[in-house]
């Protein structure tokens, strides 16, 4: 029974190929999508599962509570120590620091080879004890000076095929390092990606305040101090214990720390602390993957009632022959899962080969699992089953439904098709999802045009970053710098820590003028030199600019800070003292700068404070002109490398930077305007249907209108108005759905876009042309039929 069941199944598909075709095609899209989907909420859900008892893994993080709440990632460096010392809440403590940029340089007689490593960390010991990073050869020393661990990765890329243990490479051109042992290659569901971890007492060559016991002063993102509690211990009580650091090491600072326990399992998901992928992310994710196959589902129904008008006489010959309304009804459930598995097949096929564009296209590290995780394979079957299902139940049962004579005759009313307002309602969910979805992907659109496009305060097109070559003020950087300006196309040169919006910052409390007790709020201080104002365009709204020096001894302050100091105007900060850096450095205000976006539009402008301080300098920023840029390019290359042959050389352009700041925001855009695109495309497949539906229904209506003297744009419209109150309809739910959504999403960022009335025309307007293209190909058709032919069994 079930062989021949497939077998009419497989007949009736290759007799209606345009049926078969659609259903395929619009299965396969949406199988295909959900299957890239799961992967890769499958893929973030499993980060940092494969540690031993990740649940008692815990990163220690900081709330800074000033006239504001700031979120740090990290701990002062002496935390992790005193806590070893102090408390046995912990099996594991360890504190780890995360470089990017070091410089590894491997000699072998004569033969020198540089590499660059973006994953270089210092850790203590018990690192490997909390992470499931298993050794491949050698041991780990990671309390010797001077000594190191690497992956098999990084061993190949150092080595080749030998044997790194106990060969040696050479630091930032600082140390030599000592290998060790060899871990296996970590997996990409990691947020800890070491490929080169130094010993912890190595750190003081990275930065000695690092290495400082004593160290409760400041906070930097680059430490993270990790525990493996011991079974049974509560976290509430060692937040309580850890709660006493800061009145024991702290106790008149108004910069008030709180340290919490943050679950590993939130490390990858909490934007607070800089978690990458948030789980509304993986909700939203999910969704679309459901609504994908809804829309195809609901095709399916759409383009199956449709037909079975044409299959009216199969049925009723079938029943009277005695044919059961069950069988009839598994005979179409057999048909449904044919396209269904039909359709799986080939969306395993597409997922398979769009993977790699996948991985390269959102810069993730995604398996192909379908067929070797059980989870994925069977949720995968799961999707077969319910599609197979849902998809064929509702018109199976219209089609086993239909009367012996009434079927024989081609009488079948639209009541015995399922009823035209169960489509209705169908189409107008399909094409709300769709309408959420396009009005999602025009504000990130806009946002992110906003964000390209907003006055930063400064200039930032046509600025090259590169780093010094040495961290030492000497006077080679200062040669270096007039080298560069004398290049033909470089404009302007300047020395600085960071350039006006950037990642990297430097927050410190301040003393002002003559006042007792330090400032409520932290002061963004930015090393720079005396190019750096006319070299980023910065506007000066009092004073004057700094003057050539080599240490600090004026300061420009911006119009944040003014305000935030409670003076009147930018001249009441002039000539005023700052202390800053517990003491150690007292500057002069000698001007105020016009207020620039410091950091990313998600965050207020802040306090910034600016002044000469060449130990701190670790970039050049050169203006350059656009025309001849090759040339340029090449140019500061060839002069940077003679000055540093040591050292590699590398450069990014500002604008790429700044742009790095919203990767999240631009991974989910790219995810959101492929799916809208299928979504939008799936639908109109539906509309296609439900067009084929009312062309059978009316084939009547439109001849009688044709002999009447219709014309073609009457029926065209008669058409049309049924799908144009079904897209308004759609509108109407997605409208608001969409504001909602969108401008929740948009109080993320401090600085944005309004959402006007502006971004749901253009949704709607789209979305009415490419139905009304969809609509009109169908109802041309049936509009230029000839009225012989629909009349003349009457």
């Known amino acids: 029974m079930l062989k021949n069941y497939f077998k009419i199944a497989w007949r009736n598909l290759l007799k209606n190929k345009t049926y078969g075709l659609l259903n395929v095609l619009g299965l396969s899209l949406s199988i295909g999508a959900a299957i890239l989907i799961i992967t890769m909420v499958k893929f973030h859900l499993a980060f940092d599962n494969f540690h031993h008892h990740p649940e008692r893994i815990y990163r220690i993080v900081t709330e800074q509570h000033r006239d504001k709440i700031a979120y740090a990632p990290s701990t002062p460096p002496a935390l992790g120590s005193a806590f070893r010392r102090d408390y046995s809440y912990a099996e594991h403590i360890s504190r780890s620091v995360t470089t990017d940029g070091a410089l590894i340089t491997i000699r072998e007689g004569q033969d020198v080879k540089k590499f660059k490593e973006d994953n270089l960390y210092f850790a203590e010991p018990d690192f490997l004890n909390i992470f499931n990073f298993p050794l491949a050869a050698g041991s780990a020393a990671l309390n010797e000076p001077n000594t190191a661990v690497i992956t098999e990765k990084t061993a190949r890329r150092l080595f080749g095929n030998a044997n790194p243990v106990n060969k040696t490479f050479n630091y930032n051109n600082q140390a030599d390092i000592r290998i060790t042992g060899v871990l296996n290659d970590i997996p990409a569901e990691s947020e800890q990606q070491p490929e080169v971890i130094l010993s912890w007492p190595t750190v003081k060559l990275y930065e000695s305040f690092l290495a400082n016991e004593d160290s409760w002063g400041g906070i930097t993102s680059d430490l993270a101090c990790y525990v493996r509690l011991r079974p049974g211990v509560n976290p509430a009580t060692v937040e309580k214990e850890l709660a006493g650091y800061v009145t024991r090491y702290r106790p008149k600072n108004k910069n008030v720390h709180h340290y919490k326990l943050q679950p590993l399992s939130d490390v990858h998901y909490n934007a607070r602390y800089g978690g990458p992928m948030e789980r509304k992310n993986l909700v939203i994710l999910s969704l679309i993957a459901v609504f994908l196959l809804f829309t195809a589902c609901v095709n399916f129904i759409n383009l199956a009632t449709a037909q079975a008008v044409n299959r009216s006489k199969e049925v009723g010959i079938r029943k009277a022959l005695g044919g059961q309304r069950s069988s009839l009804f598994w005979q179409f459930i057999a048909e449904t899962g044919v396209i269904t598995l039909t359709a799986t097949l080939i969306a395993a096929g597409l997922a398979w080969l769009l993977l790699p564009a996948v991985n390269n296209y959102f810069n993730t590290h995604l398996s192909y699992i379908l067929f070797t995780d059980p989870q994925m394979a069977g949720m995968l079957a799961l999707v077969v089953v319910l599609v197979t299902f849902l998809a064929g139940a509702y018109p199976g049962l219209i089609l086993s439904g239909f009367k012996p004579v009434a079927a024989l005759k081609g009488k079948v009313s639209p009541a015995q098709l399922g009823g035209f307002n169960t489509r209705r309602g169908l189409i107008t969910v399909q094409f709300s999802i769709s309408l959420v979805l396009i009005i999602v992907m025009l504000v990130i659109t806009r946002q992110m045009q906003y964000t390209q496009e907003i006055d930063l305060g400064f200039d930032k097109d046509a600025v090259v970053m590169v780093p010094l070559g040495t961290s030492e003020p000497d006077m080679s950087r200062k040669t270096l710098a007039n080298q560069l300006e004398n290049i033909p196309g ?138 001849g840029l090759p040339a340029t390019l090449a140019a500061i290359e ?143 058709r049936a509009a230029m039929m000839n009225p012989v032919k629909s009349l003349r069994s009457e």
Request: one cysteine or more; glycine letters at 8%; a neutral charge.
């Open 490 to 627: 470089v404009q302007k040169v300047t020395m600085c820590f960071a350039a006006p919006s950037a990642n990297a910052s430097w927050n410190t409390n301040i003393f002002f003028d003559n006042r007792d007790e330090s400032e409520l709020f932290r002061v963004n201080i930015k090393a720079v030199d005396e190019n750096y104002v006319p070299a980023f365009g910065l506007k000066l709204a009092a004073g004057r600019n700094l003057l050539p020096a080599d240490t600090a001894r004026e300061m420009l302050i911006n119009e944040t800070a003014v305000r935030k100091l409670g003076l009147k105007s930018p001249e009441e900060a002039l000539n005023k003292r700052i202390t800053f850096d517990g003491g150690q450095y007292q500057v002069t205000v000698v001007g105020v700068v016009a207020d620039f976006h410091n950091g990313s539009l998600h965050n207020e402008i802040e306090p910034v404070g600016m002044a000469i301080m060449p130990e701190n300098f670790q970039q050049y920023a050169i203006k350059v002109n656009m025309s």
């Open 638 to 780: 060839k002069h940077w490398s003679a000055m540093y042959p040591e050292k590699i050389y590398e450069y990014r352009f500002l604008d790429d930077n700044i742009a790095s700041f919203y990767e999240t925001e631009q991974t989910m855009l790219h995810i959101v305007k492929i799916f809208s695109i299928m979504s939008i495309f799936i639908a109109c497949l539906g509309l296609y249907g439900l067009v084929s539906f009312m062309v059978v229904q009316k084939r009547k209506e439109i001849g009688i209108r044709k002999v009447l003297g219709g014309s073609v744009a009457g029926i065209l419209w008669l058409f049309g108005k049924e799908f144009a109150r079904l897209i308004l309809l759609a509108f109407v739910i997605a409208g608001p759905l969409g504001w909602w959504m969108m401008n929740a999403w948009l109080n993320d960022f401090k600085y944005h876009i309004t959402l006007g009335p502006g971004v749901f025309l253009l949704a709607i307007a789209g979305t009415v042309i490419l139905a009304a293209l969809t609509v009109g190909v169908q109802s041309a």
